[in-house]
DNA sequence: TATTGACCTTATAGTGACTATATAGTTTTA
DNA sequence: TAAAACTATATAGTCACTATAAGGTCAATA
């Protein structure tokens, strides 16, 4: 199978896929002989995974990590594990800040209804004297 | 005021002003005859202003319009505000898909005990088969 | 047979908001 | 006088792609 249709299957871009393998993630395909690269399942199987960790918001370097466990089958998971419990507490610190920063927007923007002039503008005011952290 | 002590002041590194003038959010200062950027009340107001932005995680596109506002203070404010809403919509919309992602981390998680070889492993199992999106 | 169109190749630059590094000139302090 | 601390510019790196340029290959059509 040539790139096109790998893309196609896995819905993704063509670009992507030689990206990946630039950064390691896919082992280098076969050539034919017009240096067309040829791709079997393996190859379906490893974009897969990819893009599901992708999905995950698992970053490039950890899903590298990942595949090396992978290639040692008999080593206990525990690493696997804890990369993942790291991940869900970097996803919750990502989501307080998110939460508070959204309660500094509402504040900010109860300081103005829409019939002013910039110049009175409580939301400009707010910003530049820097009180968007009221409650 | 020199750009030592403004970034002082403003507790951001010397780079950053120097950057956020390339990128037209401040005014360039006067010069010393030895080239040295001298500062003076108003740019430590604009980069305060600055700043308590990007703590409201604007980008500096959407710096660079409420400035041209700023600048044009008889206008109604409405187009401002509507930007905060946008800007808050946004968050809420990170947030959720945050939220997200996090059941299906957890989720996941959950398809694991510590004591597995990689092999056995539900995690990467669960990531290989992309059955993440399950409760 | 010529050419069109779809596919493939590599290499390079752009995104956003910085941050780091290199190289060099200036001022202040010891 | 020499070292330390400051300033200047220019360039590259971060992350995970995405876009563009310039060209080679192949099958079908006019």
New binding site residues.
Partial sequence: M??????QIAG?????I???EK?GLLPL?D???????IYNEKHGERLAF?RHC?ILD?????IRELQRYQDDPHQPCTAVNAMLDEHISHVQSQITALQTLEKHLISLRACCNDDREIEACGVLAGISEGNMYSQ
């Fill in positions: 040539r790139i096109g249709q790998l893309a993704i871009d063509t670009q992507t030689r990206f990946y950064q395909p050539r034919q002989q017009n240096g067309y690269r990819i992708r698992l970053s490039l370097t950890e």
